[in-house]
């Protein structure tokens, strides 16, 4: 292989391969972060898994009832932005709760 | 094993052609290269599918955040020369990439917008100095001068480097048509067909004279640190 004589007398084979000093990477991001030098790749966000516990409200009934009421029903549901079965049960415990006090 | 790590967080200075003008001269001059091309636009990678790298040379692309010191690494303990080129923003690969370096080149053109940039640069190399408590050793490389002048422009923004005790390399690389012909044929610059490039054998003058200047201050810097200096 050709040598040039500017890159030194005897080339380059005083540089070895050589395993280089690896050196704690939080420190140069925490510099980087310091001077804006920041990540330009997507965050990889995992995604939280959720654990849902069982929801209670898991019993149904089907009630007759009048066309007006039910939509009552779920007017108030929506303006309260709850579900039915949470609606249900708030009524039904006022309700309760109204009676124990006469 | 030296590490050559070039960074400036400004595009258009002429990183990629520097990164490669070195790689293939030291290449020409017998060496195994590894360039890592870190840069997420592949310039130097588009670079190598024009053309075979010369014998020793091979250029990695796609390399992530989290990737690139294991590539710095695995490749340095391969090979005689590493040399990393980055992408011109503030990114954080420029500051891992830092942290393995035995010496970085910050090219600038002669403007004062390019010296600004590269002072973040070199800001970030102090902070990481700090850190590791070891010398990251840098110097600046003037890019596309004038061959025949030396412009007002040049002498300021050289002035300033000095002042804020800045090392500059005493080669700069000049505004010369080889050097963009590089992107077009591929190869190093002694690989160019020399009837269609204007002024060829001043171009290879200065290819020599740059890498020349990398390989003295790499030995300064390499013996300094056996000696425990």
Not at chain 1, 36 to 53: D, H, L, Q, V, Y
Not at chain 2, 69 to 78: C, F, K, M, P, Y
Not at chain 2, 101 to 119: C, E, F, K, Q, T
Not at chain 2, 151 to 171: K, M, N, P, S, Y
Request: charged share 30%; aromatic share 4%; with cysteine.
């Amino acid at each position: 292989m050709s040598r040039r004589g500017k890159l030194g007398l005897g080339g380059l084979d005083d540089f070895e391969p050589k395993q280089s000093e690896r050196r704690d990477t939080a420190a140069a991001d925490q510099a980087g972060e310091a001077h804006g030098f920041r990540s330009r790749e997507p965050a990889r966000k995992e995604r939280p898994t959720r654990k849902r516990g069982k929801s209670a409200f898991n019993a149904q009934i089907n009630i007759r009832g009048r066309e007006e009421d039910i939509a009552l029903f779920q007017a108030v549901a929506d303006e309260r932005g709850i579900a039915y079965g949470r609606l249900f049960r708030e009524m039904c415990s006022r309700l309760k709760a109204d009676d124990s006090k006469r | 094993m030296p590490v050559i790590v070039f960074a400036q967080p400004k595009g258009g200075v002429g990183k990629s052609t520097s990164a490669i003008v070195l790689a293939t001269e030291l290449a020409h001059g017998g060496a195994s290269v590894s360039v890592i091309d870190a840069d997420p636009n592949e310039v130097l990678v588009e670079w190598s599918k024009l053309r075979e790298p010369p014998a020793g040379m091979k250029v990695f692309g796609d390399i992530t955040e989290d990737g690139i010191l294991d590539h710095i690494d695995d490749e340095s303990a391969r090979v005689q020369f590493v040399i990393v080129d980055l992408e011109g923003t503030k990114n954080l690969k420029i500051s891992r990439a830092i942290s393995r370096a035995d010496l970085v080149v910050i090219p600038i053109g002669a403007s004062h917008v390019d010296a600004l940039r590269a002072a973040d640069a070199i800001r970030l190399i102090r902070t990481e100095e700090r850190s590791y408590r070891h010398r990251i050793p840098h110097a600046v490389l003037l890019t596309r001068t004038s061959p025949a002048i030396r412009t007002r422009a040049q002498v300021a923004v050289l002035e300033e480097l000095h002042e804020a005790g800045v090392e500059i390399f005493d080669t700069a690389l000049h505004d010369r048509a080889a050097f963009r012909e590089l992107f077009a044929y591929g190869g190093g610059i002694r690989d160019l067909p020399e009837d269609r490039v204007r002024n060829l054998p001043a171009a290879v003058e200065n290819a020599e004279s740059f890498a020349a200047e990398v390989v003295e201050r790499l030995r300064t810097i390499l013996n300094r640190s056996r000696t425990g200096g």
